[in-house]
């Protein structure tokens, strides 16, 4: 790479672009731009004036205004005209025959990360390292100031960055990746008016997810804990295998980890890791005091109920369901009540839901899942015109009158402020009730 100046790599970057019609004056990409210019070069903006100057004096190069992609207002974007093409294919030709792909000069996705990392300043392959953490685009202005337009960006200041860049950084700096995910981690939590864009859940969790990746488990467990419902509907590989790293959650938050852990790997249909971490929430006691303990066991079976009949193993289901009626947990029960709904056993998901009494409203998990699970329980009934259920409180009509579904569903869908919101639209959309939640 070091056969090759910064003007010689700009004359490559822009023959890339050859083919463009120099007469288009909108969606010109923006790696015309001097700004994209420099980002794609790995080089400071005023670099890249310089370097466009000599261009423009050897008269390399056409500069004009265009409307550029993404952007609101004109920019310069710079062409090669004819003897710029001619400049630029002869160190074409010159990169052909010392056998060096072009793409290893111009693309982060083909350079090797320590090659790349090597020709950086300590900030700049921080700010890379940082921006390559995150998993969505984030606004430029969140990094900490560095000396060259090293992170890939589009006009509006946002990141660019391809996934298998950001797989190729982090995996080759194990090390400084925990400190760039906590970076991140920080940013979530900090910079609300620059990542506004995202919703507070979606925030919520990718904190966690970077807190985990950070080594920074106990806070992950305890932010698991304050809001447990709102990371229940995560079906993200990625997130469920940076929770698996917290092996060993501190005892105040080690049944609400677990717990979603199923959930999620139940919601991936991953269910080695659902049936594995029900088993060990099943066996899970955490004292409260000298007198107080709270269990796992009635959850822990309920998701290995959910886990068993959602293989087609419904003997291997029903060895749990008995305990789990037995038990004082709500959200055990609704657990059970949603795999009962879905084999059809709808007198006994009534029972279970019925059985339930006076959840406190802090329970925002319960709450939601009471009312949820009572609205698809009577969607179901009222579609399946074999269905033959006995009277109980959460079965008013058979089939149910629109009005009392209406009211379920909205119920559920007002008493959680998460993900949860989500599901109950999509249950109701389902259903026919298309425009209930616009």
Same mark, same amino acid.
């Given at each position: 790479?070091?056969?090759?100046?910064?003007?010689?790599?700009?004359?490559?970057?822009?023959?890339?672009?050859?083919?463009?019609?120099?007469?288009?004056?909108?969606?010109?990409?923006?790696?015309?731009?001097?700004?994209?210019?420099?980002?794609?070069?790995?080089?400071?903006?005023?670099?890249?004036?310089?370097?466009?100057?000599?261009?423009?004096?050897?008269?390399?190069?056409?500069?004009?205004?265009?409307?550029?992609?993404?952007?609101?207002?004109?920019?310069?974007?710079?062409?090669?005209?004819?003897?710029?093409?001619?400049?630029?294919?002869?160190?074409?030709?010159?990169?052909?025959?010392?056998?060096?792909?072009?793409?290893?000069?111009?693309?982060?996705?083909?350079?090797?990360?320590?090659?790349?990392?090597?020709?950086?300043?300590?900030? !700049?392959?921080? &700010? @890379?390292? /940082?921006?390559? *953490?995150?998993?969505?685009?984030?606004?430029?202005?969140?990094? +900490?100031?560095? =000396?060259?337009?090293?992170?890939?960006?589009?006009?509006?200041?946002?990141?660019?960055?391809?996934?298998?860049?950001?797989?190729?950084?982090?995996?080759?700096?194990?090390?400084?990746?925990?400190?760039?995910?906590?970076?991140?981690?920080?940013?979530?939590?900090?910079?609300?008016?620059?990542?506004?864009?995202?919703?507070?859940?979606?925030?919520?969790?990718?904190?966690?997810?970077?807190?985990?990746?950070?080594?920074?488990?106990?806070?992950?467990?305890?932010?698991?804990?304050?809001?447990?419902?709102?990371?229940?509907?995560?079906?993200?590989?990625?997130?469920?295998?940076?929770?698996?790293?917290?092996?060993?959650?501190?005892?105040?938050?080690?049944? !609400?980890?677990? &717990? @979603?852990? /199923?959930?999620? *790997?139940?919601?991936?249909?991953?269910?080695?890791?659902?049936? +594995?971490?029900? =088993?060990?929430?099943?066996?899970?006691?955490?004292?409260?005091?000298?007198?107080?303990?709270?269990?796992?066991?009635?959850?822990?079976?309920?998701?290995?109920?959910?886990?068993?009949?959602?293989?087609?193993?419904?003997?291997?289901?029903?060895?749990?369901?008995?305990?789990?009626?037995?038990?004082?947990?709500?959200?055990?029960?609704?657990?059970?009540?949603?795999?009962?709904?879905?084999?059809?056993?709808?007198?006994?998901?009534?029972?279970?839901?019925?059985?339930?009494?006076?959840?406190?409203?802090?329970?925002?998990?319960?709450?939601?899942?009471?009312?949820?699970?009572?609205?698809?329980?009577?969607?179901?009934?009222?579609?399946?015109?074999?269905?033959?259920?006995?009277?109980?409180? /959460?079965?008013?009509?058979?089939?149910?009158?629109?009005?009392?579904?209406?009211?379920?569903?909205?119920?559920?869908?007002?008493?959680?402020?998460?993900?949860?919101?989500?599901?109950?639209?999509?249950?109701?959309?389902?259903?026919?009730?298309?425009?209930?939640?616009?």
């Amino acid at each position: 790479m070091t056969d090759f100046t910064i003007g010689e790599r700009l004359l490559l970057h822009l023959y890339r672009y050859r083919s463009l019609d120099q007469n288009e004056i909108y969606n010109i990409p923006w790696e015309l731009t001097q700004d994209g210019i420099a980002t794609t070069l790995c080089i400071s903006r005023a670099h890249a004036s310089l370097e466009l100057k000599k261009l423009r004096n050897k008269e390399r190069i056409t500069e004009y205004q265009a409307h550029v992609k993404g952007g609101k207002v004109k920019r310069y974007v710079y062409y090669l005209n004819p003897e710029g093409l001619r400049a630029a294919a002869e160190v074409q030709d010159k990169a052909d025959k010392a056998g060096i792909d072009v793409r290893t000069l111009l693309d982060l996705k083909s350079q090797n990360p320590l090659d790349a990392m090597d020709r950086m300043t300590d900030k !700049d392959k921080r &700010a @890379l390292g /940082c921006a390559c *953490a995150f998993r969505v685009p984030v606004p430029l202005d969140i990094f +900490e100031p560095h =000396e060259r337009s090293i992170i890939p960006a589009d006009a509006s200041g946002t990141t660019v960055i391809h996934k298998d860049v950001r797989s190729k950084f982090l995996n080759a700096f194990p090390e400084e990746s925990r400190s760039w995910h906590s970076f991140a981690a920080d940013q979530w939590l900090e910079n609300y008016t620059d990542l506004r864009g995202y919703d507070e859940a979606f925030r919520h969790s990718e904190r966690i997810y970077h807190l985990l990746m950070a080594g920074r488990k106990s806070e992950a467990c305890r932010a698991i804990s304050a809001d447990v419902y709102s990371l229940m509907y995560i079906d993200d590989r990625e997130f469920l295998d940076a929770l698996l790293t917290a092996t060993t959650p501190p005892e105040k938050n080690i049944l !609400d980890v677990l &717990a @979603l852990t /199923c959930e999620i *790997a139940i919601n991936l249909a991953d269910y080695k890791v659902a049936r +594995e971490t029900a =088993e060990r929430l099943a066996g899970t006691i955490v004292f409260e005091g000298t007198d107080d303990e709270l269990r796992g066991d009635a959850d822990g079976y309920a998701y290995l109920a959910e886990t068993y009949m959602l293989r087609g193993l419904r003997d291997e289901a029903e060895k749990y369901m008995r305990p789990i009626l037995d038990s004082n947990s709500a959200l055990a029960k609704l657990t059970l009540a949603d795999v009962l709904i879905d084999m059809k056993e709808y007198d006994m998901a009534a029972k279970a839901i019925d059985d339930i009494k006076d959840i406190p409203r802090s329970n925002a998990v319960a709450v939601f899942r009471k009312y949820y699970e009572t609205a698809k329980l009577n969607l179901m009934i009222r579609g399946d015109k074999d269905a033959s259920v006995g009277v109980w409180d /959460c079965v008013p009509e058979n089939p149910p009158s629109d009005s009392y579904l209406v009211k379920m569903l909205e119920k559920a869908y007002s008493s959680i402020d998460g993900r949860g919101k989500a599901l109950v639209k999509s249950l109701a959309k389902d259903n026919g009730y298309r425009d209930l939640f616009k």
